[in-house]
């Protein structure tokens, strides 16, 4: 049961193309939005989809193959750990971000999003 701690696995569409930055020590993060689609119909029968947005967090090869593959409105599936983390801004404000770090990436779908027209579905 050790290996349930902390998961979190989420299947969704990526809401911007995909950040990737090379930080101080020579290792590549990329950042991108998830947002993840729940339906429901309310109490007079209507259906309602809600979106919720994720920050995801990829490290290394996995930030290399994210800022290659991924682009926005592409559907993937994600694994990883919650995080939480929090920083001052320029105003002197608090500000508090949780995000999933990456330990899995497969993208789903049609490549169309990826701009070739071809499907590059596979877990990496």
Known sequence: MSSLKNRAILIGHLGQDPETKTIDNGKKVTRFTLATDENFKNAEG???????????????????????YLKKGKQVAVEGRIAYRSYED????MKYITEIVLDEL???????????????????
């Open 106 to 124: 497969v993208m789903l779908g049609s490549g169309k999003a990826n701009g070739n027209g071809k499907d590059k579905e596979g877990e990496l």
């Open 46 to 68: 209507q259906k309602i989809s809600e979106a919720t947005w994720h920050n995801i967090v990829a490290w290394n090869g996995l930030a290399e193959v994210a800022d290659k």
């Open 90 to 93: 320029k105003k002197g404000v």
